[in-house]
């Protein structure tokens, strides 16, 4: 019975340390995020609950699924590396397309979308944004891109940085 106890203080103790310091750090820097997408007048195509269907949002603009609609205006802010709202199987998501391998090598490395994935053109890592959870799949990274909070409200999608 002693031997049992000491076992499950062990694994107390082993179970707190794993516990230090486990808040995880991305290596893509949090900018600024504020992307609001108005369903009922633009992507119309979008918000036909369209699996796979995506937009992303940059310096140069908004994209539908690769095709350019609109610049962007002086309240939105696209994050580090452009944004990417996306109908997965899950629901709607959203990403900072930054590559994280690539920044923690100190480089800006926008990824670029490509039906399911989105692909760093520097490290050649794909991000599988049709799971939902954007996990790199050929493990050069070792980390996702950076989730962004999504509200999909009647008549828009808002898109922030997670605290």
Not at 42 to 54: G, H, I, K, M, Q
Not at 115 to 126: D, F, L, Q, T
Request: hydrophobic share 35%.
């Amino acid at each position: 019975m002693q031997r049992y106890g000491q076992l499950i203080g062990l694994i107390a103790v082993l179970m707190l340390c794993g516990c230090e310091g486990s808040t995880f750090q991305s290596s893509v820097p949090a900018y600024p995020v504020r992307v609001v997408i108005n369903t009922k007048t633009l992507f119309t195509d979008f918000f036909l609950e369209n699996t796979n269907a995506y937009i992303t949002v940059n310096q140069n603009g908004y994209y539908e699924n690769g095709t350019f609609k609109q610049p962007v205006t002086v309240t939105d802010a696209w994050g580090y590396g452009g944004v990417v709202a996306y109908i997965s199987l899950a629901g709607y998501v959203a990403f900072d397309l930054a590559c994280p391998y690539c920044a923690e090598h100190g480089h800006k490395s926008p990824c670029e979308m490509d039906g399911i994935y989105a692909i760093c053109p520097r490290c050649g890592e794909h991000f599988d944004i049709a799971s939902g959870y954007a996990m790199p799949q050929k493990g050069i990274s070792k980390e996702a891109l950076r989730l962004l909070n999504i509200i999909a409200t009647e008549d828009k999608l808002t898109i922030t940085q997670r605290q």
